[in-house]
C-alpha cells in the first residue's frame, strides 16, 4: 500500500504541476502586456479548475488513507471535499467543452449567419460563458445534494450529512440518478462532439481546396492532416473523461479509493500534458 501511495502520489504531483503550469504560463503572458485570447482566458481557467481538482484528489486520497474518522457518515469535511471535488470534475468537463468551442469560432471558416453571429457573441462575452460554466457546475453539485436529501427523507444539512454514506449507496440503485448524471456529462461532450466534428469538416475543405491547387505545398497539407489528428486525440481524451466519471459512478463501491482518484485523474493530466507539448508558448 506505501509503494502504491508513493507512485500515485508521484503521478498526481506531476499533474498538478502540470496544469499549474499551464495556468501560470497564461496568467504571466497577461501580466506582460502580452495579447490573451479568448481561447487564453478559457484555457488559464481550465488550467485551475484541473490543478484543484487535482489537489482535492490528493486530500481525499491521504485522508482516505490516514485519517480513519475522515470516512465516517458524520464527517462534515468529508462532506465538503466530495463536493468540491464534484463541483472542479464538472467546471473542467466545461471549460474544456468552452475550450473547444471556442477554437472552433477561432479557426474554422464558415460564412453562415449563425456561426458569423455566434463567433462574436462568444468573442465579447466569454468572461459571462466562464461564469456560466461555473454557475452550471455549482448547479450539479445543489442538484446532488437535493438528490441525496429528497431520497432520504430528511430536511437539513446535518441530516444529509448523517446519512450520506447510506444515501448514496441509495442512488447508485436508482435508474432514475444515473440517468442524472448520464444528462449531466451528456450534455457537454454533445457539443464538444458537435465542435470538433465542424471544426475537422472546415479542415478537411481546405484540405480538397488545397489539392485542387498544384502549386500548394506539401507542408501546408500536412500541417492540415496534424490539426486534425491533433482534434481526434483531444476527443479521445475527453470521451475517456466522461466514461470515467460514469464508471466510477456504477462501481464506487467496488473499487479501492486510490482506483476512484486514478481513474478520474488520469485522462485530464494526459490531455494537459498534450496541449503543452502542441501550444508552441506553453512549449517553449
Avoid at 449563425?114 to 461555473?134: A, C, D, E, N, Y
Wanted: glycine share 4%; hydrophobic share 50%; aromatic share 14%.
Amino acid at each position: 500500500m506505501a509503494l502504491v501511495t508513493a507512485l500515485i502520489t508521484t503521478a498526481f504531483i506531476g499533474g498538478l504541476l502540470m496544469h499549474s503550469y499551464i495556468a501560470i504560463t497564461v496568467i504571466i503572458r497577461w501580466l506582460h502586456k502580452k495579447p490573451v485570447t479568448p481561447i487564453d482566458q478559457v484555457l488559464v481557467c481550465l488550467g485551475i479548475a484541473r490543478m484543484l481538482l487535482q489537489i482535492f484528489s490528493l486530500m481525499d486520497l491521504f485522508l482516505s488513507i490516514y485519517q480513519h474518522g475522515y470516512l465516517e457518515p458524520g464527517s462534515m469535511f468529508h462532506f465538503a471535499v466530495d463536493g468540491s471535488f464534484i463541483f472542479f470534475n464538472y467546471s473542467s468537463i466545461w471549460f474544456s467543452t468552452l475550450f473547444c468551442v471556442t477554437f472552433l469560432l477561432k479557426i474554422a471558416t464558415y460564412r453562415h449567419r449563425l456561426f458569423l453571429r455566434l463567433k462574436r457573441i462568444v468573442s465579447q462575452r466569454i468572461t459571462s460563458l466562464i461564469v456560466l460554466s461555473l454557475v452550471v457546475s455549482f448547479g450539479y453539485v445543489l442538484m446532488y445534494v437535493y438528490l441525496l436529501t429528497t431520497d432520504s427523507g430528511v430536511k437539513n444539512m446535518t441530516d444529509v450529512i448523517n446519512n450520506v454514506t447510506n444515501v448514496t449507496k441509495k442512488l447508485q440503485s436508482r435508474v432514475h440518478h444515473v440517468v442524472f448524471f448520464l444528462l449531466g456529462n451528456s450534455i457537454p461532450i454533445g457539443i464538444y462532439c458537435c465542435s470538433v466534428t465542424l471544426l475537422i469538416a472546415s479542415l478537411y475543405f481546405h484540405i480538397d481546396n488545397m489539392r485542387a491547387n498544384s502549386n500548394s505545398a506539401p507542408l501546408r497539407l500536412k500541417a492540415y492532416y496534424m490539426a486534425i489528428t491533433t482534434l481526434a486525440f483531444c476527443l479521445l481524451c475527453y470521451i475517456f473523461t466522461v466514461i470515467s466519471n460514469v464508471f466510477v459512478l456504477c462501481y464506487i463501491f467496488m473499487l479501492e479509493v486510490f482506483w476512484i482518484h486514478i481513474i478520474l485523474n488520469v485522462f485530464p493530466i494526459i490531455h494537459s500534458a498534450f496541449l503543452i507539448c502542441k501550444t508552441s508558448y506553453l512549449r517553449q
